[in-house]
């Protein structure tokens, strides 16, 4: 993440922190609202508009620039302990998932069957933990990146296995919103490398679409799952009749 989206994300995380709206900075700049979510997503806005915003959200630039610089590289990996922590509370495992996408207390309180006192609880074992850092007013201040990446064979994803992978996939994905392809072929190693880099990169673009919806309303954003998966693997009745029945190792 680029210095200027360090600032845009940190500016937007204060706007959320005092409830002001995409509309709100929309009507104090004499923009259009899609000009502010274009200007917040792509980064590119004009020290004029920054300062303006800052204004509007109560915080000197000066405070905020420091504040994005002394903020440590977010944790892209969990320890075994933070990862078996989250799954003994299944409460705590929905408030971390929450707060890393944007959600404030009262949001999560109001869509959930959870009391704010039980939220806060579970922020202070986040911040025990070092996902995130408790601020004043339960503002939270995230030190894990949103889309941080289980450990291979780690509690997580043995959990993943176990409990949502099935749950997840029992669907002919054929609702709305739903989406599945299924693809195949013959390919060089180097190619299934170019593969796994582009899924990659595909992962990275779902995230950057939660960033630029991170201020819309509950009520136009929807929670999604997708799975992205490549390996070398053919179908087992193709395998029977091959004449030596064993797999090519990659």
């Not at 997708?226 to 053919?234: K, N, Y």
């Amino acid at each position: 993440m680029s210095e200027t989206e360090l600032l845009l994300d940190r500016l937007k995380g204060e706007l959320r922190a005092r409830g002001i709206t995409y509309a709100q900075v929309a009507g104090s700049l004499g923009v259009s609202e899609a000009t502010v979510k274009r200007m917040f997503s792509r980064g590119h806005i004009t020290l004029d508009r920054l300062e303006a915003v800052c204004q509007l959200a109560g915080v000197r630039l000066a405070d905020l620039i420091e504040a994005t610089t002394e903020q440590p590289a977010a944790i892209t990996a969990l320890a075994p302990e933070q990862e078996v922590r989250l799954l003994e509370d299944r409460k705590l495992l929905l408030v971390t998932f929450m707060v890393l996408n944007g959600w404030t207390v009262g949001e999560i309180v109001e869509t959930f069957d959870v009391t704010e006192p039980e939220i806060i609880r579970r922020l202070a074992t986040l911040d025990r933990l070092g996902m995130i850092e408790l601020l004043p007013g339960n503002r939270v201040r995230r030190l894990v990146a949103r889309n941080f990446a289980w450990r291979k064979n780690g509690p997580v994803e043995r959990f993943f296995e176990a409990e949502v992978k099935r749950d997840f996939l029992d669907s002919r994905f054929a609702q709305p919103g739903e989406h599945l392809r299924f693809a195949g072929g013959l390919l060089s190693r180097d190619s299934i490398l170019r593969m796994h880099q582009a899924i990659d990169e595909l992962t990275g673009r779902l995230d950057a679409f939660v960033q630029a919806d991170l201020d819309l309303p509950k009520s136009e954003k929807f929670g999604v799952g997708a799975v992205f998966a490549l390996r070398p693997w053919e179908l087992p009745a193709f395998v029977e009749l091959r004449r030596e029945p064993t797999r090519k190792k990659f």
